[in-house]
């Protein structure tokens, strides 16, 4: 398991029709402020401000087709042209189980990363797919 510390950051919300919104600087867009994307706005401020992955390198809400399914990646970081690492966010409350880690190797069936990412926020499991190890800290960029 990876040790995450959510860095501080002063986010963007604000509240339309009582429902939240959140500012993604990724997407340059307001997003409904969900569980699961409170997770993701933070884990990508984890990305930018501790391991310094550039935003310009990051997919937020990535198209991902799965055959002939299309699916969503949550977070898509390249290394150049080339993805380099999936990261799947699921809402504090959701356990990490099995499908949850299938549901991220079903992902990368297309795009062939060497990092794939889960977390709910409070567990965070990273896995080198070149060795098929799971690994105990997110590689620094």
């Known amino acids: 398991m ?3 510390t959510f860095p501080q950051h002063n ?3 604000k509240e339309e ?6 500012f993604d600087e990724a997407r340059k867009q307001w997003v409904r402020l969900t569980p ?3 997770v993701r706005q933070n884990f990508i401020q984890y990305l930018l401000q501790v391991k310094k992955y550039p935003l310009a390198l990051m997919a937020v809400e990535k198209e991902i087709v799965v055959g002939e399914m299309k699916k969503r990646g949550d977070i898509v970081v390249y290394r150049g042209d ?4 999936i990261i799947e966010c699921k809402e504090m409350n959701v356990p ?3 499908a949850v880690a299938m549901q ?4 990368n069936i297309p795009l062939r990363v060497q990092y794939l990412v889960v977390t709910n926020g409070s567990y965070t499991f990273c896995m080198d797919t070149a060795t098929g190890n799971v690994i105990a800290e997110l590689p620094e960029w």
Not at 17 to 22: H, S
Not at 82 to 85: A, E, G, L, S
Not at 104 to 107: A, Q, S
């Open 36 to 38: 699961e994307e409170w």
């Open 96 to 98: 990490l189980t099995d």
């Open 104 to 107: 991220v190797f079903r992902y």
């Open 2 to 4: 990876v040790k995450i």
């Open 82 to 85: 080339k993805p380099w690492m």
């Open 11 to 13: 986010y963007r919300i």
């Open 17 to 22: 029709g009582n429902k939240e919104f959140i």
